[in-house]
Structure formats: structure tokens, C-alpha cells
Nanobody, 118 residues
């Protein structure tokens, strides 16, 4: 079993910044992919950013240039630095892990709310 706990969410004005953190515990493997997804009310859940064991990153077009994902394998943590926030970024943000060779993300945190006011 894997447990993921997000922190760092909150309320921020448009143009501001927030840093989300995710602490992972349990059976975490070095080759796991770690990612952040988000879901706004009435909208589909979408991948925001992902980072592989080798450090390769992938971002949604809507956040490219504004968000940055990073990981610390020694501490089993993943972070999402969010800059130049927009009201459209308002959503519940989820930390997730995908095992090497798995088709889907199999482990999820409970989410952290990010609200950006105009």
C-alpha cells in the first residue's frame, strides 16, 4: 500500500505563487513516475505535470512556462511550483504515482484545494 499526502494549497490572488508538496510513504519504487493532476467542479480531471525516474518532465499546455515539477527520491517527495497563477487554475490538485510498466496511475492522494481569486 502507498499513502500520498498533499500540502501547500490555499487561496492566492491572480498573479501570485504557491508551492504544493506531496509526501509519499509505503512501497515507493525508484522507477515510479510521479505526477500532479487537477480537477475543477464540473470538469474532467487532467494531468498537470509529470516527472519520470530519470527526471524527464511533461506539462499540460495550459501551465507550460508557469509551473515546475520536481522530485526528491531520497525523501519520497514531489513538488509543484506554481507561478503567475490564474483564476482558471482553481481546482483540487492530486498527487499520483504510476508504477513502471503500468498503464494508469494507481495511487492517489486525497487532494489539496487551490483557489485563485481575480
Amino acid at each position: 500500500q502507498v499513502q500520498l499526502v498533499e500540502s501547500g494549497g490555499g487561496l492566492v490572488q491572480a498573479g501570485g505563487s504557491l508551492r504544493l508538496s506531496c509526501a509519499a510513504s509505503g512501497s515507493i519504487f525508484r522507477l515510479d513516475t510521479m505526477a500532479w493532476h487537477r480537477q475543477a467542479p464540473g470538469k474532467q480531471r487532467e494531468l498537470v505535470a509529470a516527472i519520470t525516474s530519470g527526471g524527464s518532465t511533461n506539462y499540460a499546455d495550459s501551465v507550460k512556462g508557469r509551473f515546475a515539477i520536481s522530485r526528491d527520491n531520497a525523501k519520497n517527495t514531489v513538488h509543484l511550483q506554481m507561478n503567475s497563477l490564474k483564476p482558471e487554475d482553481t481546482a483540487n490538485y492530486y498527487c499520483a504515482i504510476k508504477r513502471l510498466g503500468a498503464y494508469d496511475y494507481g495511487y492517489w492522494g486525497r487532494g489539496a484545494q487551490v483557489t485563485v481569486s481575480s
